[in-house]
């Protein structure tokens, strides 16, 4: 076994909205007046590259934004919609986690975020209490799948790449991690993670 397991955490962990699985933004139009499409095209294309590498903050970019996409709703507003409706937990994973840890696995949460979500994640979602530890873009200052997330990850938890497990849903992420020497696993919705890792 590795000595650390890594593990995505959006499409291995958490899988979108509670309920149907859906994009936390199908319904946004609806409920905060927003067009998903105006979302993209003014918030995400242009600046989550340095939200979720930590050169802005998501909230101060998102206030800047919303004179083009709402006057009736608040950074504060769309965060806690966004937050809230993209936390569907695998519980299967959590308790597989458990498992493996009871059985001496270190498991770090290894995923593009910024800082906002990635406490969110931890505190608010009670990840924190299945894994030793995130490592994530922000804080890296890196994003999946450029060689520097993978370097400094690995630096953060003190191992060798090749004490690594990559498990993630991209297969992008999966190569990457391979090409920086860690092993690495794509992760198919449905399979247990306990079995996998063994395999």
């Given at each position: 076994?590795?000595?650390?397991?890594?593990l995505?955490?959006d499409g291995v962990?958490?899988?979108?909205?509670p309920?149907?699985?859906g994009?936390w933004?199908?319904?946004?139009?609806?409920?905060?007046g927003?067009s998903?499409?105006?979302l993209q095209?003014?918030f995400f294309a242009?600046?989550?590259d340095?939200i979720?590498?930590?050169?802005?903050d998501l909230?101060?970019?998102?206030?800047?934004?919303l004179?083009a996409?709402s006057r009736?709703?608040?950074a504060a507003?769309?965060?806690?919609?966004?937050?809230?409706r993209?936390?569907?937990v695998?519980?299967?994973?959590?308790?597989?986690?458990d498992?493996?840890r009871?059985?001496?696995?270190?498991?770090?949460?290894a995923?593009?975020q910024d800082?906002?979500?990635a406490?969110?994640?931890?505190?608010r979602?009670g990840?924190?209490?299945h894994?030793?530890?995130m490592?994530?873009?922000a804080?890296?200052?890196?994003?999946?799948?450029?060689?520097?997330?993978?370097d400094a990850?690995a630096?953060?938890?003190?191992a060798?790449?090749?004490?690594?497990?990559?498990?993630?849903?991209t297969?992008?992420?999966?190569?990457a991690?391979?090409?920086?020497g860690w092993?690495?696993?794509h992760?198919?919705?449905g399979v247990r993670?306990?079995r996998?890792?063994a395999g």
């Amino acid at each position: 076994m590795a000595r650390w397991l890594m593990l995505d955490v959006d499409g291995v962990v958490v899988n979108g909205r509670p309920g149907d699985g859906g994009s936390w933004a199908t319904d946004i139009e609806r409920d905060l007046g927003i067009s998903p499409d105006a979302l993209q095209s003014v918030f995400f294309a242009p600046h989550w590259d340095a939200i979720v590498t930590g050169r802005a903050d998501l909230g101060d970019v998102l206030e800047a934004c919303l004179p083009a996409l709402s006057r009736s709703v608040t950074a504060a507003d769309v965060i806690d919609y966004w937050f809230a409706r993209d936390s569907a937990v695998d519980e299967a994973v959590l308790g597989d986690c458990d498992a493996l840890r009871a059985g001496g696995t270190r498991i770090a949460l290894a995923t593009n975020q910024d800082h906002r979500r990635a406490a969110y994640l931890m505190d608010r979602l009670g990840l924190g209490r299945h894994v030793d530890a995130m490592v994530h873009s922000a804080a890296l200052g890196a994003r999946k799948p450029d060689r520097a997330f993978f370097d400094a990850a690995a630096v953060s938890v003190g191992a060798d790449p090749g004490d690594l497990v990559l498990v993630d849903d991209t297969a992008r992420n999966v190569d990457a991690a391979r090409e920086a020497g860690w092993r690495a696993i794509h992760w198919t919705k449905g399979v247990r993670l306990a079995r996998l890792v063994a395999g």
